[in-house]
C-alpha cells in the first residue's frame, strides 16, 4: 500500500478519529475523578497537572494503537465473520491489550511522579498495589466499557454502511431534504443464466463475494452503498463528492481492476468472471427517514428512476458504462475517460430526451 494512496489516507484518517474521541473521553473522566477526590488525599490527585499529560499521553497512545490494529488489520479479517464472533474476538484481544496498557500507564506514572528507576524494584510494587486498588479497578471497567462501545460502533456502522449510522445518530435526515447527488445502477450480467447453471445457494454466494470485493472501490472513491436489490447494488455520491477526481467514473474502473484481479478465484469457484455494467445520472432527490420498526433512510425523486433505465439498456448497445449528458457537464474527464455519443433515451413523462454517452477509460 502507498503511503499516499487514498485507501491509506482513508484508514489513516479513522484512526486519528479514534485516537481523538479517547483522548476527549480521558480528559472528560480525568476531570470528574478529580472533582470527586478534590478533598482526599488520592495519589492521582496531588499533581492535576502532571496527572492529565500522562493520561492524555496514555489515551493516545492506545488510540493510535486500537485504531491501528482496527482498520489496518482487523477490518479486513472480519468482514465476513457474524457480527457476534467478530465482538467476541475483539473484545478479547483488546481488553487484554488495555490491561497492558493501563499496567504501563501506571509505570511510568510512577517513574515520574516517584522519580524511581525503572530497574527499581520498589516500582513494580508500587505499580501492582495501584493496578489492583478499588480506583484502578473501576479505570479498567470504565475504559473497558469504552472499548467496547467502541467496538460496537465500529461493527454496527460496518453493517449499517459507510457514513449511515453517523447520519442516523445526527438525525441529519430525521425530517426530509433536498440534496443533489449522483447515483450509479450497477448489474450482473446473465444473472438469470448464471442462477439456473449453479442454482440458488451457489449464486447467493457469488454475489456476496462480488459485493465483497468491490466494497473497498466505493469507499475509497466516496461512494455509499444505497442498496441490493437481488444482483444489483445502487451507489450513490454528494454531488461535490462524485465529481470530485471523477470519482464517480473512477469507481466503476476500480472495481473492474478489483474483479479482473480476482478472476483466478472466480474462475476456481465458479468458473466465470462476473461481468456488469452501469449507468450514473445526477439531480436532485428528496431524503428522509421512513418506517417504524425498521428504519431507512430513502432517496426518491426522477434521478433514481432515470439512473436505472439507463442501466438497464446498456446491453443494447453492448456499452459496460453508460452516463447522462447532465452529468458529464460536470466532470472533468480529460487525460482520464474518452466519451462516445451513444443516443438520446426518451422516458415516460419527459418532455425532453436525455443524452447518453458511453465511457472508457485511457490506458
Known amino acids: 500500500m502507498k503511503i499516499d494512496s487514498a485507501v491509506f489516507k482513508l484508514k489513516f484518517t479513522k484512526v486519528l478519529y479514534i485516537a481523538a474521541f479517547w483522548i476527549f473521553v480521558s480528559l472528560y473522566l480525568r476531570f470528574i475523578t478529580y472533582l470527586l477526590f478534590l478533598r482526599t488525599s488520592d495519589p492521582l490527585n496531588r499533581d492535576f497537572t502532571?496527572?492529565?499529560?500522562?493520561?492524555?499521553?496514555?489515551?493516545?497512545?492506545?488510540?493510535?494503537?486500537?485504531?491501528?490494529?482496527?482498520?489496518?488489520?482487523?477490518?479486513?479479517?472480519?468482514?465476513?465473520?457474524?457480527?457476534?464472533?467478530?465482538?467476541?474476538?475483539?473484545?478479547?484481544?483488546?481488553?487484554?491489550g488495555t490491561v497492558v496498557v493501563v499496567f504501563l500507564f501506571f509505570i511510568f506514572y510512577n517513574i515520574f511522579h516517584n522519580n524511581l528507576s525503572?530497574?527499581?524494584?520498589?516500582?513494580?510494587?508500587?505499580?501492582?498495589?495501584?493496578?489492583?486498588?478499588?480506583?484502578?479497578?473501576?479505570?479498567?471497567?470504565?475504559?473497558?466499557a469504552i472499548l467496547l462501545l467502541t467496538i460496537f460502533f465500529i461493527q454496527v456502522s460496518d453493517r449499517f454502511g459507510q457514513g449511515i449510522l453517523h447520519n442516523f445518530l445526527l438525525g441529519r435526515y430525521h425530517n426530509p431534504k433536498e440534496e443533489k447527488r449522483i447515483f450509479m445502477f450497477l448489474d450482473l450480467k446473465s444473472?438469470?443464466?448464471?442462477?439456473?447453471?449453479?442454482?440458488?445457494?451457489?449464486?447467493?454466494?457469488?454475489?456476496?463475494?462480488?459485493?465483497?470485493?468491490?466494497?473497498?472501490?466505493?469507499?475509497?472513491?466516496?461512494?455509499?452503498?444505497?442498496q441490493y436489490v437481488g444482483d444489483e447494488v445502487t451507489i450513490s455520491w454528494k454531488l461535490d463528492k462524485g465529481i470530485e477526481d471523477a470519482n464517480c467514473l473512477k469507481c466503476f474502473f476500480d472495481i473492474i481492476d478489483v474483479i479482473d484481479k480476482n478472476s483466478d478465484y472466480y474462475l476456481k469457484n465458479y468458473e466465470l468472471v462476473p461481468e456488469f455494467k452501469a449507468g450514473i445520472h445526477s439531480g436532485t432527490i428528496t431524503a428522509g427517514e421512513?418506517?417504524?420498526?425498521?428504519?431507512?433512510?430513502?432517496?426518491?425523486?426522477?434521478?433514481?428512476?432515470?439512473?436505472?433505465?439507463?442501466?438497464?439498456?446498456?446491453?443494447?448497445?453492448?456499452?459496460?458504462?453508460?452516463?447522462?449528458?447532465?452529468?458529464?457537464?460536470l466532470l472533468d474527464i480529460k487525460n482520464k475517460y474518452e466519451a462516445e455519443v451513444i443516443d438520446e433515451l426518451k422516458l415516460k413523462g419527459k418532455k425532453k430526451p436525455i443524452k447518453l454517452f458511453g465511457i472508457t477509460r485511457i490506458n
Not at 530497574?119 to 479498567?140: E, R, V, W
Not at 447453471?197 to 444505497?226: A, R
Not at 430513502?298 to 456499452?319: F, H, M, P, W
Request: net charge positive.
Open 50 to 96: 502532571l496527572s492529565l499529560i500522562t493520561n492524555t499521553l496514555a489515551a493516545l497512545f492506545a488510540g493510535l494503537i486500537f485504531g491501528t490494529f482496527e482498520m489496518f488489520y482487523f477490518k479486513d479479517r472480519f468482514r465476513k465473520k457474524t457480527f457476534i464472533y467478530a465482538m467476541l474476538m475483539k473484545s478479547a484481544f483488546y481488553l487484554s
Open 118 to 144: 525503572i530497574f527499581d524494584a520498589n516500582l513494580y510494587q508500587l505499580t501492582l498495589s495501584l493496578t489492583f486498588k478499588p480506583g484502578s479497578l473501576i479505570i479498567f471497567a470504565v475504559w473497558g
Open 191 to 226: 444473472s438469470t443464466t448464471i442462477a439456473e447453471k449453479f442454482g440458488h445457494k451457489m449464486y447467493f454466494n457469488l454475489l456476496n463475494d462480488f459485493f465483497y470485493d468491490i466494497t473497498d472501490s466505493i469507499v475509497y472513491n466516496k461512494g455509499e452503498v444505497y
Open 290 to 329: 421512513v418506517g417504524i420498526f425498521k428504519k431507512e433512510i430513502v432517496y426518491s425523486g426522477d434521478v433514481l428512476n432515470t439512473a436505472s433505465r439507463i442501466q438497464e439498456i446498456c446491453n443494447e448497445y453492448e456499452k459496460k458504462l453508460l452516463i447522462s449528458e447532465k452529468l458529464l457537464k
